[in-house]
Nanobody, 115 residues
Framework: VQVVESGGGLVQAGGSLRLSCAASGFTSGYVFVNWFRQAPGKGRDFVAFIHWNDNTTRYADSVKGRFTISKDNAKNTAYLEMNNLYTEDTAKYYC?????????WGTGTLVTVSS
């Protein structure tokens, strides 16, 4: 089982990035995908959720209206579209795939927002 995030980088405040999270090697069905983030020196915080089958989404208050979570079932990939980025969005972003046989995490992708 592998979960791999990509798409991080350096962007100016007000800019946009799209993160991807690709899953492979799963033998049971997917249930949900979460995005979390961890800023330097802080804990890991919830960012966004999407249910794999019914497309229900939820967002942290801090990103509502700026971030959008989506997925491509055929590609086993989830996305996090991030617009109007703030410097406080700087963090390592982690993807979490929830499957019927367990929770699986990627190693993260770094997003740095400069002022």
């Amino acid at each position: 089982v592998q979960v791999v995030e990509s798409g991080g980088g350096l962007v100016q405040a007000g800019g946009s990035l799209r993160l991807s999270c690709a899953a492979s090697g799963f033998t049971s069905g997917y249930v949900f995908v979460n995005w979390f983030r961890q800023a330097p020196g802080k804990g890991r915080d919830f960012v966004a959720f999407i249910h794999w089958n019914d497309n229900t989404t939820r967002y942290a208050d801090s990103v509502k209206g700026r971030f959008t979570i989506s997925k491509d079932n055929a590609k086993n990939t989830a996305y996090l579209e991030m617009n109007n980025l703030y410097t406080e969005d700087t963090a390592k972003y982690y993807c979490n795939f929830g499957a019927r046989d367990g929770n699986y995490w990627g190693t993260g992708t770094l997003v740095t927002v400069s002022s």
